[in-house]
């Protein structure tokens, strides 16, 4: 991959743009599901999604004189398909092909503020702000023509290729008439949109445009990136976050071929080499060392168990009092999690290059704009003078190590002004420094009255913060290690109704008399911050889980009990469509070996619903889990690209079941110590479930909703009560391991 050192042009003699407006920044407003720094303050609060933020309509897109559009958009394409669903949105709205579109993103100097790419935000706000913008702009065309045709706007139509036309036949092309056009003006909130019967684009299964470089080879990673005069870099460091190098060879190290220098700034160190086995090796040598535990010891004896010991601030959650009810059955019951690595395929890997006052990083950050003021933050430099272009590496669905190893190629690079420093972390790196998805405790209590009823639902959840991604200096794990020395970064707990720890723990079904707590901790055994669906996973498993359990307890059929508790539509139509695609009326019958599960939630109680049924068989002997069969349906609103759907939640699906069954961070009281894929293990291809069916409901002209973390939690739980039904046993504690499985067993 070559890339170009200067800003290429954005504007062409008689294209429809006059400038960027990009607004100020104060936050405002709970962007990328209240992770990092949030968004722009709203300026428009009539406005959808994030054209609130940003109104201007020049912000957003641009028509070239040939016709062509460009679209801006502050989200980032981290392997969710969202570039190809943008495009689809904007090819729609505008009424173009899709092929005449290119689509911006993520850049600090070209595109909106739309603060983070998570939470599942965006289709949510990103591709309904473009929807918007681009309804707009045609509008406007379409007036342009009405005026040079001097006839009633009504009366006019588009083409779907880039012309307005007359009932009399005459036409004219987006080119010409953006000519005589500036959108140096603001959206306003009822431009007409496309009808959805007449729609072109919008819920076709385009393909995605992202996908023929990965196929092929061809460049379409960061770590690809390749520069003139670029040099190759490795940190020098313990071997997992909290630890540091006693006597790190630095001397010898220096005196290796092909090193250009050593990096040191207070305890950070790095070595920096004309080619990257060199520098490889020279941070081999350099790391031959004993370290040192910077931190305290690590909680080996009691676990995830260790977060109900530390202080904690209580939040409630829910506190709903509907008179006293008789109860028949209570279950009481503890449910858990581990600490979690994303377990990107790819190492974390940044290119900086710091020339003339102006810091460049290419990043495979969340969070360009955090990242631009974070690090500005951290080198001493103004924000303006950093930019920060998004590439796309592997992806990770939160804050693994790429926004700690682009503030490290920062440093480097301030230290060697003129030369690209490409900067990638090592296998054991990402795994031993990147943050960790939180473990997590919850207690759950409740009772069901003689009519199979719930009567009361008593909830508790133990978590730290998912929420620590940098948006100050302090954030990053080297602004504890550079000689000037930054704060860490407060924790904080994101607020209902997104939430973090107590993501989901607020029932969407209808239940009485509900106490629901959060337990912050605001104290960090182990570093953490954002992992796909953050609180949602456990919340929903351990929600869910429950319910089969309750079920059980009134002698109710597991989706009969769900549905009598339902008041949404949306969900009931979900749970529905899940339980006939599966055939849940003429499942077989937990056997003792052969069993059948379901579960259900709406991500964050504003996402996309999504029910999940599975058939699973367990060989008693061993504790293995072979999973046959999954069903589920989604609704996410009005599809952008029904097969990108499927994407989304069949990878959910798949990740749900590596967290359930295999994955869990190790450590002893010193260090982590699952340092690869074998002390580490993830879900392998000969693991997945044999067969995978999603039924994605169309919904025309809905919202979007947001559909990347909605699979996590009702997989999890789907899974345990499936097991449960097979086997008779009922696992609580996360993973799901054949070893303990077998041992609950006890045969």
Known sequence: MNAKLHRRELLAAGGLLVAF?????????????????????????????????????????????????????????????????????????????AGAITLITADTARTPDEGLTAGSHSMQDGGTAIASAAANVRMLLTRAAASEWKVATDTLSTTGDG??????????????????????????????????????????????????????????????????????????????????????????????????????DGAFVAVVA???????????????????????????????????????????????HDGDRPATHTVRAQYSRPWYSHGSIGPSCAVALFRDGTLTLWSHSQGVFDMQRATAELVGLPPEKVRVIHTASAGCYGQNGADDVTAE??????????????????????????????????????????????????????????????????????????ARGFPMQEAKPIPMPEGDGDRNANPLYDFPNMNVR???????????????????????????SMLDELALAGGVDPLAFRLAHMCDARARDVMLAAARRFGWERRP?????????????????????????????????????????????????????????????????????????????????????GF??????????????????????????MPFLGAGETAQGPTSAALANAIADATGVRLRAMPLTPVRLKAAIGV
């Not at 309509?57 to 969710?80: M, N």
């Not at 795994?431 to 909830?459: H, N």
């Not at 693991?687 to 919904?699: F, K, L, T």
């Open 274 to 320: 004309q080619k990257e086995w060199q520098a490889i090796e020279a941070m081999r040598v350099a790391q031959a060392s004993d370290y040192l535990r910077t931190r305290p010891p690590l909680p080996v004896a009691d676990g995830v168990h260790h977060l109900q010991a530390l202080p904690s601030r209580e939040i409630i959650v829910l506190d709903t």
């Open 409 to 482: 190629a920062a440093s480097i690079a301030m230290a060697m002004p003129g030369r690209p420093i490409r900067l990638q972390w090592m296998r054991e790196q990402e795994f031993g420094w990147e943050p960790l998805g939180c473990a997590m405790v919850t207690e759950v209590e409740a009772s069901i009255g003689p009519d199979k009823r719930i009567s009361s639902w008593d909830y508790g959840v133990w978590s730290n913060s998912h929420n620590n991604r940098p948006v100050k200096a302090g954030g990053y794990a080297v602004a504890q290690e550079v």
């Open 589 to 673: 019958n937990g056997d003792g070996r052969r069993g059948c599960g379901m579960a259900f939630a709406r991500y964050k109680n504003q996402g996309a619903f999504c029910a999940i049924a599975m058939e699973i068989e367990v060989e008693r002997e061993t504790g293995e889990i072979t999973i046959h069969r999954v069903a589920a349906a989604v609704d996410a609103g009005q599809p952008a690209n029904p097969d990108g759907i499927r994407n989304q939640v069949e990878g959910g699906i798949l990740q749900s079941l590596s967290w359930a069954i295999h994955e869990e961070m190790t450590f002893d009281e010193s260090k982590r110590t």
């Open 518 to 544: 959060y337990h912050f901790v605001p104290e960090m055994p182990l570093r953490v911050s954002a992992l796909r669906s953050l609180g949602a996973h456990l919340n929903i498993f351990s929600l869910e």
């Open 21 to 97: 407006s990009l607004g100020g920044r104060a936050v405002a407003q709970l962007a990328g599901g209240g992770e990092g720094g949030g968004a722009p303050k709203v300026k428009r609060p009539d406005l959808p999604g994030s054209l609130k933020n940003t109104p201007a309509l020049d912000a957003w897109i641009r028509i070239a004189p040939d016709g062509t559009a460009t679209i801006f958009s502050g989200k980032a394409e981290l392997g969710q398909g969202i570039r190809t669903a943008l495009l689809q949105v904007a090819a729609e709205e505008l009424d173009l092909p």
């Open 676 to 701: 690869d894929w074998g002390s580490y293990p993830i879900l392998r291809f000969d693991q997945a479930p044999g067969s995978i069916e999603i039924e994605v409901m169309d919904r025309p002209g």
């Open 163 to 264: 012309h307005v036309v007359a009932p009399d036949g005459r036409r004219l092309g987006y080119g010409p008439l953006a000519a005589a056009l500036s959108l140096h003006v603001e959206a306003v909130a009822d431009a007409p949109r496309r009808n959805p019967a007449e729609y072109r684009t919008l819920g076709r299964s385009l393909p995605r445009v992202d996908i023929p470089a990965k196929l092929t080879g061809g460049a379409a990673y960061l770590q690809d990136l390749r520069l003139p005069g670029m040099l190759h870099a490795r940190v020098v460091r313990g071997p997992s976050y909290g630890t540091r190098l006693a006597a790190p060879q630095l001397a010898a190290a220096a005196k290796m071929p092909g090193v250009v220098k050593v990096v040191r």
